[in-house]
């Protein structure tokens, strides 16, 4: 899943949003400006898919703090990410098999607060456009292609219905594409569908909203917001860390390092994880994992200038550390949006352009958000890949682009580079 715009309303310190976004996207822009809040849309939409929507609120402060303060707390916010999703909805018909491939997909939520005697309202819309196919019973051979169309999803607190835009002939109805949690029988429960969809259940109760409710409908989504995944290396944290043990995946910070990269050692990707590295910082020749006389996981490294011996994380650099955790983080994580924030801290201006041609090369398969403040960074970013996000005269952020700004151009042309108009605050040009 790619995500091709964000729109906001009434979101933190957003009065309105909606902007367009590519494989590679470079958050730029002054301290307080935003950044931080743009990117906490889309840890909501996480949250909310991995604990609900009270807890997601919750990690936002509260309600008070999810919309602008600057606008009547009783205002209601929303939040819509339309993303290119190539996917598939299978549904059995008694004339064969159909396939529902799902090209876009839209989600739209709209949450108006509690308020004296008033209870929060959340209304949901997920809207599918697909394709229809049907593979006529018994052969899978036999695709036949019906046509396209759509599937919307409406949930208004807890009641939900669905419109399908559909091939004419096609005998298809609410019922094959939402089946009732509470109609699968008892020896469907150890089905793998059902157990996915056991998921979104807690307690025994359905959870607040589409994107935590079990559904044929809004389960892939699901997925793919869960795979959102964030970051912001500790390097110094991960220098003092003695991890016994912990998860698979990279912690936000990098903590866990040790435990992920000794998982990646051992497996056929070490080649290509040493390689990487050595794109950014030649002196590295190996790496290693040593397990202390109380089982703590010590990430050790080989440089070429240390004739054999290696050296502890602790004697290592916070710059060979940030780009060691970058790394697998970009290639070796199995996420479909990453979301860092300073990519660049500790790094020499040297090896930045490095890890920038780096993070162009994962954005080839995964989508890649990151903010940063250097000029260094915004330099080899690529004008196009630029969003400055800054202050309007009300308070209120707002996200532009500086490749459409025609002043902005004007400079280019007269040899100003993008990282000089950016320190000298010329990129917030119309």
């Not at 059995?92 to 309202?121: C, E, M």
Request: charged share 25%; hydrophobic share 40%; glycine share 6%.
């Amino acid at each position: 899943m790619t995500v091709t715009r964000l729109k906001a309303s009434n979101f933190k310190s957003f009065k309105e949003l909606d902007v367009e976004l590519g494989p590679f996207n470079v958050l730029i822009g002054a301290n307080a400006s935003g950044k931080s809040n743009f990117v906490q849309a889309f840890r909501f939409l996480k949250n909310i898919v991995t604990v609900g929507l009270d807890s997601a609120i919750t990690l936002q402060g509260s309600e008070e703090y999810l919309g602008n303060i600057r606008i009547a707390s009783q205002s209601g916010m929303s939040l819509e990410i339309s993303a290119y999703f190539p996917g598939l909805i299978g549904v059995r018909l008694d004339v064969g098999f159909l396939n529902i491939n799902t090209t876009t997909a839209v989600y739209r939520i709209n949450i108006n607060p509690a308020h004296k005697t008033k209870k929060r309202a959340v209304s949901e819309i997920l809207t599918y456009a697909c394709e229809y196919s049907i593979f006529e019973v018994p052969g899978i051979e036999n695709r036949k292609i019906l046509g396209s169309g759509s599937i919307k999803v409406s949930s208004d607190n807890g009641h939900t219905s669905i419109e399908i835009d559909k091939p004419e002939n096609l005998a298809l109805t609410e019922n094959h594409i939402s089946p009732k949690f509470s109609n699968i029988k008892n020896d469907e429960s150890k089905s793998l569908a059902f157990q996915m969809f056991s998921l979104g259940v807690q307690n025994g109760k359905m959870k607040s909203t589409m994107l935590n409710e079990p559904s044929i409908t809004s389960w892939p989504l699901q997925l793919r917001i869960s795979r959102f995944s964030f970051y912001d290396i500790e390097s110094k944290l991960i220098k003092e860390s003695l991890v016994t043990a912990g998860r698979s995946e990279l912690d936000e910070n990098g903590a866990n390092l040790s435990i992920v990269l000794k998982k990646i050692l051992a497996s056929d990707d070490r080649i290509k994880l040493l390689n990487l590295i050595n794109d950014v910082l030649p002196y590295v020749e190996d790496l290693n994992v040593v397990t202390s006389s109380d089982r703590a996981m010590l990430l050790t490294l080989q440089e070429s200038y240390s004739k054999g011996k290696f050296l502890p994380a602790n004697l290592l650099s916070d710059g060979t550390i940030n780009v060691i955790a970058l790394i697998i983080a970009l290639f070796f994580e199995d996420n479909d949006l990453v979301i860092i924030e300073e990519p660049e801290k500790y790094l020499h201006p040297h090896l930045v352009s490095r890890l920038v041609n780096l993070m162009m090369d994962a954005s080839k398969k995964k989508q890649i958000i990151v903010t940063t403040h250097n000029p260094e960074f915004v330099r080899h970013a690529g004008l196009e890949n630029l969003l400055l996000v800054s202050r309007d005269e009300d308070g209120f952020s707002v996200v532009k682009k500086p490749a459409e700004s025609e002043a902005v151009k004007v400079f280019l042309e007269n040899e100003l580079g993008i990282d000089e108009l950016y320190v000298q605050n010329l990129l917030d040009m119309p």
